[in-house]
């Protein structure tokens, strides 16, 4: 039986963690370096970080710090924001991260993808997509950019599974429709993400509740869920611990690496 692993995700503005709704009204949580040992010393299985306006300015990512996080932690480490050439995955990798997320700049230059393979593993490479529920899409879902901004025109899952065949070792999938509502992860959107690609899904957008992981790993074949909200969002009124959750889902039988004693 695969492991499932419990992923926390920073959104970074100006080296602080946010959290928002539905990709809008961010609110300041904590800095990102004390926060992620914060989440290391919590037990959590993997981090994410997303330098989330670093793309609709145009600027390259905050090297510095995701080098400061780096430092706080000893768990995989994914990065994106920012990333718009091998240069910039290079640069990432070398302060700290073990696999780089690309979003926008894959939907503007496919061909970063496969560059990105190609140079360092598809294991290195996470495609990382905000989506839209809409019945303009064959799937019901767009794809969105520059922080949920833009919309793309493309269908969702036309999408990553194009990115799948260019060389993208992970998925990220996270519905914009969900993001931070607390209400539940869409599972209709992972299972059609499951049925058309075979690389690791991670689910994100809508945790609020054990339940909802429950639900996601029973019903659904993802193999990792973002839960930053349920860790430390202010409007919880109850934030989970890592292991509290771990073990939920045990004694429901679902495996995760369990929490040292």
Known sequence: MLTKRLIACFDIIDGRVTKAIRFQDNIDVAPAEELAGVMYDAQIDELIFYDITASAQKRSIDIETVKKVARRIFIPFTVGGGIKDLRDMYEALKAGAEKISVDSMAVRNPQIIADGAKAFGSQCVVLSTQVKKTTQMPSGYEVYIDGARTATGMDAIDWIK?????????????????????????????????????????????????????DLFTKTEAQAAIISSMLYSPRMEKNYTVCELKEYLTRNGICVRPPAK
Do not use: F
């Open 162 to 214: 194009r990115a799948q065949a260019l060389g993208a070792g992970e998925i990220c999938l996270n519905s914009i429709d969900n993001d931070g509502t607390l209400e539940g992860y869409d599972l209709n959107l992972m299972k059609l993400a499951e049925t058309a690609v075979s690389v690791p899904i991670i689910a994100s957008g809508g945790a609020g509740t054990p339940e909802h992981l429950k």
